[in-house]
Nanobody, 125 residues
């Protein structure tokens, strides 16, 4: 299984970015996909989660209303559209996948089996 995160970069406050997580080596529709981020000197924190089935995705309170997660099963890819970016959104963003994660565990990084390499998002003027 491989997860390839991409789409990070330098953006001004108020700007937008779309991150991508391309998955291979797995049956995509069977896996929940989560996004986490880790800022310098801080612990990794959850950002968003996409379920395998229909149902409301999860958004962390810090990003709710500014972030949208979506899945493209034809491309085995999950996207994270981030708008109205703030300097405090600066972090390395990671995507992670798990086949059997339950909803009560989606915010805990320890429950994910597979991780991408991360993509750096820098929000600065």
């Amino acid at each position: 299984v491989q997860l390839q995160a991409s789409g990070g970069g330098l953006v001004q406050p108020g700007g937008s970015l779309r991150l991508s997580c391309a998955a291979s080596g797995l049956t995509f529709e069977n896996y929940g996909i989560g996004w986490f981020r880790q800022a310098p000197g801080k612990a990794r924190e959850p950002v968003s989660f996409s379920r395998t089935s229909d149902g409301a995705p999860y958004y962390a309170p810090a990003v709710k209303g500014r972030v949208t997660i979506s899945r493209d099963s034809a491309k085995n890819t999950v996207y994270l559209q981030m708008n109205s970016l703030k300097p405090e959104d600066t972090a390395i963003y990671y995507c992670a996948a798990d086949q059997s994660i339950i909803m009560s565990s989606i915010t805990s990084s320890q429950y994910y089996d597979y991780w991408g390499q991360g993509t750096l998002v820098t929000v600065s003027s």
